[in-house]
């Protein structure tokens, strides 16, 4: 018998067995624990009326915990009404069946498409707003001409995936002053793609709390889950002063500990990103190192040749019409070692006037590789291409590394060394982790980090070229004394 099919969030056919509809769904079950952490983050408030929204509601695991704790008194009332939203015909049976047990609340079980909906519900206020919202979202990319980005538009949501897609709206269905709890991928504190919703969030309210958790996966320990995940407490219609920040090593919450940290600190006043970073540690970023690449006029870009593009003019070994072509693979622990690097890469790219534009002029170069692998150390990893060892007047750059130089020309030979060791440092890796969650480094990152000045950095260049070789002791070290 074929298996039967069912209709996913992005509109397409898929089995429906438990592993290939969560799959097609972008489905993680949240535990019973974490649950009831979510749950227990709501502050008390003394309201007349509950209204909670649950955007897809899986089994109902987050309403019902939700529920106990209204039925424990920490609102002060005794029933809530209730909007559960579910796609998954197979969740649904479940659902029904776990909010059937709570007959003393008003349960609204809605079948469907969120996003359909939600969109109908806010163009045409059909909807009473909620004072709470829960979810734990699905996770999976919209296309950027899909029915879904459309319908987001409509309600001045721009964004790429359907958590923050769920977490947006759930944000447009909250009264004032009400609150929304979701765990979520740490993605959308950074990067390009998430700044439409970083924005849509601060200008609807404030970030009351965010939780971190020591482990990537630990979260969903019962998935295949790679992203590392948040949860974040917003409350709509508030001015952001404060955020509390909470850590545990993983979903028992055994050791669990906070700290307080001034919004203008997670969120940087004068940053056009509005990236949010995330104090992981009770260490403040040094005050020696105020500088940013503007206020140094160096300039960080991506790589600009993109292989696939440039085929045709590719070269396995150089020969007398080439230039070095550089790639991640380039670098090891010694630095660089052009051009014997990965041997399915070319080490060489032909210098004509097709290939011009693309090409740097031969100079000192820091540059930080834009993948690191989980098993790292280090999400950044930097190396410098000091100019002696290019034996040509052009260098090629791979789109896989992040390239420091000034107006496309090379940096000081001091000056890339000391950013090398700076960027090395486990100052700046704990900086980089607040505020990125994945293993990708972007160009734009690393333009948001803050630097020592010229001076320093030239300070540190010249102590490091003394040294035969550079621990990670030896850079924090270093850093801890400079002054």
Same mark, same amino acid.
């Given at each position: 018998? &074929? =298996? @039967? +099919?069912?209709?996913?969030?992005?509109?397409? #056919?898929?089995?429906?067995?438990?592993?290939? /509809?969560?799959?097609? *769904?972008?489905?993680?079950?949240?535990?019973?624990?974490?649950?009831?952490?979510?749950?227990?983050?709501?502050? &008390? =408030? @003394? +309201?007349?009326?509950?209204?909670?929204?649950? #955007?897809?509601?899986?089994?109902?695991?987050? /309403?019902?915990?939700? *529920?106990?704790?209204?039925?424990?008194?920490?609102?002060?009332?005794?029933?809530?009404?209730?909007?559960?939203?579910?796609?998954?015909?197979?969740?649904?049976?479940?659902?029904?069946?776990?909010?059937?047990?709570?007959?003393?609340?008003?349960?609204?079980?809605?079948?469907?498409?969120?996003?359909?909906?939600?969109?109908?519900?806010?163009?045409?206020?059909?909807?009473?707003?909620?004072?709470?919202?829960?979810?734990?979202?699905?996770?999976?990319?919209?296309?950027?001409?899909?029915?879904?980005?459309?319908?987001?538009?409509?309600?001045?949501?721009?964004?790429?995936?359907?958590?923050?897609?769920?977490?947006?709206?759930?944000?447009?269905?909250?009264?004032?002053?009400?609150?929304?709890?979701?765990?979520?991928?740490?993605?959308?504190?950074?990067?390009?793609?998430?700044?439409?919703?970083?924005?849509?969030?601060?200008?609807?309210?404030?970030?009351?709390?965010?939780?971190?958790?020591?482990?990537?996966?630990?979260?969903?320990?019962?998935?295949?889950?790679?992203?590392?995940?948040?949860?974040?407490?917003?409350?709509?219609?508030?001015?952001?002063?404060?955020?509390?920040?909470?850590?545990?090593?993983?979903?028992?919450?055994?050791?669990?500990?906070?700290?307080?940290?001034?919004?203008?600190?997670?969120?940087?006043?004068?940053?056009?990103?509005?990236?949010?970073?995330?104090?992981?540690?009770?260490?403040?970023?040094?005050?020696?190192?105020?500088?940013?690449?503007?206020?140094?006029?160096?300039?960080?870009?991506?790589?600009?040749?993109?292989?696939?593009?440039?085929?045709?003019?590719?070269?396995?070994?150089?020969?007398?019409?080439?230039?070095?072509?550089?790639?991640?693979?380039?670098?090891?622990?010694?630095?660089?070692?052009?051009?014997?690097?990965?041997?399915?890469?070319?080490?060489?790219?032909?210098?004509?006037?097709?290939?011009?534009?693309?090409?740097?002029?031969?100079?000192?170069?820091?540059?930080?590789?834009?993948?690191?692998?989980?098993?790292?150390?280090?999400?950044?990893?930097?190396?410098?291409?000091?100019?002696?060892?290019?034996?040509?007047?052009?260098?090629?750059?791979?789109?896989?590394?992040?390239?420091?130089?000034?107006?496309?020309?090379?940096?000081?030979?001091?000056?890339?060394?000391?950013?090398?060791?700076?960027?090395?440092?486990?100052?700046?890796?704990?900086?980089?982790?607040?505020?990125?969650?994945?293993?990708?480094?972007?160009?734009?990152?690393?333009?948001?980090?803050?630097?020592?000045?010229?001076?320093?950095?030239?300070?540190?260049?010249?102590?490091?070229?003394?040294?035969?070789?550079?621990?990670?002791?030896?850079?924090?070290?270093?850093?801890?004394?400079?002054?």
């Amino acid at each position: 018998m &074929p =298996a @039967k +099919l069912v209709t996913t969030a992005i509109g397409s #056919a898929v089995p429906a067995s438990a592993t290939a /509809t969560k799959s097609a *769904l972008g489905q993680f079950m949240t535990s019973p624990a974490v649950a009831d952490f979510m749950a227990g983050m709501f502050p &008390p =408030a @003394k +309201l007349r009326s509950l209204s909670l929204l649950d #955007a897809g509601a899986g089994k109902g695991v987050l /309403t019902r915990t939700f *529920l106990a704790r209204v039925q424990q008194g920490d609102f002060g009332v005794k029933r809530a009404s209730v909007s559960a939203y579910e796609l998954d015909v197979q969740m649904l049976e479940s659902l029904r069946r776990n909010l059937q047990r709570e007959p003393s609340n008003k349960v609204k079980i809605v079948s469907g498409d969120f996003i359909e909906r939600a969109v109908h519900e806010i163009k045409h206020g059909e909807s009473p707003l909620h004072s709470h919202a829960i979810l734990n979202p699905p996770y999976k990319k919209i296309g950027s001409k899909s029915h879904h980005r459309k319908l987001l538009r409509e309600v001045g949501i721009e964004t790429v995936n359907l958590y923050s897609a769920f977490v947006g709206l759930s944000v447009l269905l909250l009264k004032q002053e009400g609150y929304l709890c979701a765990i979520i991928p740490r993605s959308f504190c950074n990067g390009p793609y998430y700044r439409p919703f970083r924005e849509l969030l601060f200008s609807k309210g404030a970030i009351r709390r965010i939780h971190l958790f020591g482990s990537r996966s630990e979260a969903f320990s019962d998935d295949d889950v790679l992203q590392e995940n948040v949860i974040i407490l917003f409350q709509r219609g508030v001015r952001p002063t404060e955020v509390e920040v909470s850590f545990s090593s993983d979903s028992t919450f055994f050791d669990l500990r906070s700290s307080r940290a001034l919004f203008n600190t997670v969120v940087r006043p004068n940053d056009p990103e509005r990236m949010i970073h995330i104090p992981e540690t009770a260490d403040a970023f040094p005050a020696k190192f105020d500088s940013s690449l503007a206020q140094l006029k160096i300039q960080v870009s991506t790589g600009p040749i993109v292989d696939f593009r440039l085929k045709q003019h590719l070269r396995k070994a150089p020969d007398s019409s080439t230039v070095p072509l550089l790639y991640p693979g380039h670098f090891g622990p010694n630095g660089l070692r052009w051009p014997y690097g990965n041997p399915k890469k070319p080490s060489a790219i032909v210098g004509n006037d097709e290939t011009e534009k693309w090409l740097y002029p031969n100079g000192n170069y820091t540059v930080v590789r834009r993948f690191s692998s989980k098993e790292e150390r280090r999400r950044i990893v930097a190396n410098v291409v000091a100019e002696e060892n290019i034996p040509s007047d052009k260098i090629g750059f791979e789109n896989h590394l992040n390239v420091f130089h000034r107006g496309r020309h090379g940096l000081a030979k001091y000056l890339a060394i000391g950013l090398m060791v700076y960027l090395n440092s486990s100052v700046i890796d704990t900086c980089f982790r607040s505020f990125n969650g994945h293993t990708q480094v972007n160009a734009t990152d690393l333009k948001a980090l803050l630097y020592p000045n010229e001076e320093r950095l030239m300070r540190m260049g010249k102590w490091a070229a003394t040294k035969p070789a550079l621990s990670q002791s030896m850079i924090d070290d270093y850093l801890r004394r400079m002054k």
